[in-house]
């Protein structure tokens, strides 16, 4: 285990749903974030949260709306998706600090199938 | 535009030798590198760092190079064993920010008994 938990694991929705993704770090971190790994593809960077603030959104389509609440926890929201949105996505967490390298702790992901 | 280039091509090697894999990038001047191991259906495992200011890194039966002339990471595996296969990620700092990582597609690496 990473100290980084990601619910569900699995998810299938239409493309008229709306879904959450949640994922929880228990390490104490002060940055987390958002990427998308699609077959043979590199992973994508979605979104980075530094202590709680947006600090970086990669051109993410609008129906994906990411959410922090506290520096523990993270929620993707997922609304009106298209096929091609099928994917893992998976969240990761780091002690951030300007200037030092970044160790980054990922969750086990999400799996999902937009039909 | 920054790119980083790894042998989408499966490594295929026998227990016991040495596993290379490759990591290749442009548009870059990265202040450090990372590897990260990859098994199917989870998430990325941060293996080791290495800057651009240290020529190899080493931890355990794992090995890593920076070359900033040839812009190249080399990451081998020695003495491989078949719990060795997963696929091996490289990632870059963005320019954008020191958190903001760029990864290869990965290597997937076989050994075989």
């Known amino acids: 285990e990473t100290g980084v938990t990601q619910t569900p694991r699995h998810l299938v929705m239409g493309m008229t749903n709306k879904k959450s993704l949640k994922c929880e770090q228990h390490?104490?971190?002060?940055?987390m974030y958002w990427y998308k790994q699609s077959a043979k593809k590199p992973l994508e960077l979605m979104f980075v949260?530094?202590?709680?603030?947006?600090?970086e959104n990669n051109s993410v389509p609008s129906r994906f709306s990411p959410e922090c609440p506290n520096s523990s926890h993270l929620f993707l929201h997922l609304h009106t998706l298209q096929p091609e949105d099928s994917a893992l996505y998976l969240c990761?967490?780091?002690?951030?600090?300007?200037?030092?390298?970044?160790?980054?702790?990922f969750g086990p992901g999400t799996r999902l199938t937009v039909l | 535009s920054q790119k980083i280039e790894q042998n989408s091509e499966a490594l295929n090697i026998q227990e016991g030798k040495t596993a290379t894999l490759t990591c290749n990038y442009t548009?870059?001047?990265?202040?450090?590198l990372q590897w990260y191991r990859q098994d199917p259906g989870r998430g990325p495992v941060f293996l080791l760092l290495?800057?651009?200011?240290?020529k190899e890194k080493r931890k355990e039966r794992l090995k890593v190079t920076f070359d900033t002339t040839l812009k190249q990471s080399l990451f081998h595996i020695t003495a491989s064993q078949p719990a060795d296969s997963a696929t091996y990620l490289c990632?870059?700092?963005?320019?954008?920010?020191?958190?903001?990582?760029?990864f290869g597609a990965g290597t997937r690496l076989a050994v075989h008994p």
């Open positions: 990761a967490s780091s002690q951030y600090k300007a200037g030092v390298p970044d160790t980054q702790y």
């Open positions: 390490l104490g971190h002060n940055a």
């Open positions: 949260y530094n202590f709680k603030e947006q600090t």
């Open positions: 548009n870059y001047s990265p202040a450090y």
């Open positions: 290495i800057r651009e200011n240290e």
């Open positions: 990632a870059l700092v963005s320019s954008g920010g020191y958190n903001k990582l760029i």
